[in-house]
């Protein structure tokens, strides 16, 4: 079945003026409809560069959840041997 919305939303943020390169992902004629802060400077970047962003914060706040999760275990394996 087709999807007769697909993209609509997207249609409706900028008419026309709103293509162009992307700053993240360096591509060229891709809408450009979500604003994004680099370096203090508010600039509009693509669907694919606000993905990419988060799926780099998902995975680095994942890495940092593994390393804690290592501390606490080295802490509690260190702690009976210190008892004994």
Not at 14 to 24: D, E, M, S, V, Y
Not at 51 to 78: G, Y
């Amino acid at each position: 079945m087709s999807k007769s919305n697909r993209g609509r939303n997207l249609k409706d943020e900028r008419k026309n003026g709103a293509r162009g390169t992307c700053p993240i992902t360096g591509k060229t004629g891709v809408k450009l409809v979500y604003e994004h802060e680099i370096d203090g400077k508010k600039v509009m970047i693509s669907k694919t560069a606000k993905a990419t962003l988060e799926n780099q914060k998902r995975s680095e706040a994942k890495k940092q959840a593994q390393k804690d999760q290592k501390k606490e275990d080295t802490k509690e394996e260190a702690a009976p041997a210190a008892a004994e």
